[in-house]
C-alpha cells in the first residue's frame, strides 16, 4: 500500500480510499448521537447512556475509540453543565434542567470519526438555551471558514469575535484537531485567534471544530482525581458541539452532519 500522504507540517491528506472509510465511521458517530439523543431525561445516569453507546458501537460493527485512550475509562465523554469536556460516565443521575454533552468517537474498519453535541434534559433556563444556540452558531461560523487556500486561524478567528461579542467566553486550554487516521492528529484547531495565519486549507484534510464556550470565564479546572474532567473556574455552564469535516476541492463536506439532528446545513458553507 502506498504510504499516506503528510503536509511538512505533518497533516495527513487522506486519499479516496480513507476518505470513504472516515465517511463512514463519521456517519456512524452521527447515527449514534441520534440513538442516544432519546435517552437524554431527568432520572437517567451517565452510566446508562454510556452502556448504550458501548452496546450501538458495537453492534454497527464499531468500537468507541474513547475507551482506554490514554487510560480512559468509558466509551463515550458525557459533560454536565459545568463540565466542559472529557466527563466520565457515572452514577450521576441527569436532573431536568441540566445541559448535557454527548461526545462519541466509533472507530469502524480503522477509521475514526468524531462529534459532540449538547442536548437539554427537560426544560432548560433561557439562559442555558442562549448558550447552547449560541455555542451551535459559533460551531458554523467556524465551519465557514473550511475551503481550499483560507488560512487554519482565520477559523479561531470567526468564532472569538463571534462569542465574544455575545458577552460569552471561549476554551483556549482545548482544540480541534485532525482526525480519521488517528484519534487527534495535526493540525491543531484553534478556536481563537488572530487572522491568517497558519497552514493553508488543502482537498483532503480532515480535521474537527469543537467549540466550548461559557457563560463566565474561558479559564479551566482539570480534576486531579480522576486525571479527566475539564470544569470551568467559576462553576458557571458550558456548551460544546463538534463536526468532522473534509476540505474538498471547493470547500467543504460536514462527515458528521445529519439532519435529524442539526437540521438543514446553513447555505452559507461552501459546497
Ligand atoms: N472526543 C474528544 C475530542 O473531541 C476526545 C475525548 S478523549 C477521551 O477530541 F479519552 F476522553 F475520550
Ligand atoms: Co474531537
Ligand atoms: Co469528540
Redesign the pocket.
Known amino acids: 500500500m502506498a504510504r499516506t500522504k503528510k503536509t511538512r507540517s505533518g497533516i495527513y491528506i487522506k486519499n479516496a480510499e480513507q476518505i470513504e472509510g472516515i465517511r463512514k465511521s463519521s456517519a456512524l458517530a452521527s447515527k449514534t448521537l441520534v440513538y442516544l439523543k432519546d435517552f437524554i431525561k431527568p432520572g437517567v445516569t451517565t452510566n446508562s447512556i454510556d452502556e448504550l453507546c458501548y452496546e450501538f458501537t458495537l453492534d454497527h460493527g464499531a468500537v468507541p475509540?474513547?475507551l482506554g485512550?490514554?487510560g480512559?475509562p468509558k466509551s463515550l465523554?458525557i459533560s454536565v453543565n459545568d463540565v466542559i469536556c472529557?466527563g466520565i460516565p457515572s452514577e450521576r443521575v441527569l436532573q431536568e434542567g441540566d445541559i448535557v454533552n454527548l461526545?462519541v468517537?466509533p472507530i469502524l474498519d480503522g477509521y475514526f470519526g468524531?462529534t459532540?453535541y449538547t442536548f437539554p434534559c427537560g426544560e432548560i433556563s433561557e439562559e442555558n438555551e442562549k448558550l447552547i444556540q449560541t455555542t451551535f452558531d459559533a460551531t458554523f461560523k467556524g465551519i465557514e471558514q473550511v475551503f481550499p487556500g483560507n488560512r487554519l486561524s482565520n477559523i479561531g478567528f470567526k468564532i472569538q469575535k463571534f462569542v465574544e461579542k455575545k458577552g460569552y467566553s471561549v476554551v483556549r486550554d482545548y482544540t480541534g484537531?485532525g482526525v480519521g487516521i488517528e484519534f487527534?492528529e495535526a493540525p491543531t484547531v484553534l478556536h481563537y485567534g488572530r487572522p491568517n495565519r497558519g497552514e493553508k486549507l488543502m482537498p483532503g484534510m480532515i480535521f474537527?471544530i469543537?467549540p466550548m464556550v461559557n457563560l463566565g470565564k474561558y479559564k479551566t479546572i482539570l480534576d486531579e482525581s480522576d486525571g479527566?474532567t475539564v470544569t470551568t473556574v467559576d462553576g458557571k455552564n458550558s456548551a460544546q458541539f463538534?463536526h468532522t469535516m473534509l476540505v474538498t476541492e471547493t470547500g467543504v463536506e460536514v462527515l458528521t452532519h445529519n439532519e435529524e439532528l442539526w437540521g438543514k446545513l446553513p447555505d452559507t458553507l461552501k459546497k
Do not use: I
Request: glycine residues 0%; proline residues 6%.
Open positions: 475509540a474513547p485512550y490514554h480512559f465523554c472529557h461526545d468517537t468524531d459532540n484537531h487527534h474537527t469543537e479527566w463538534e
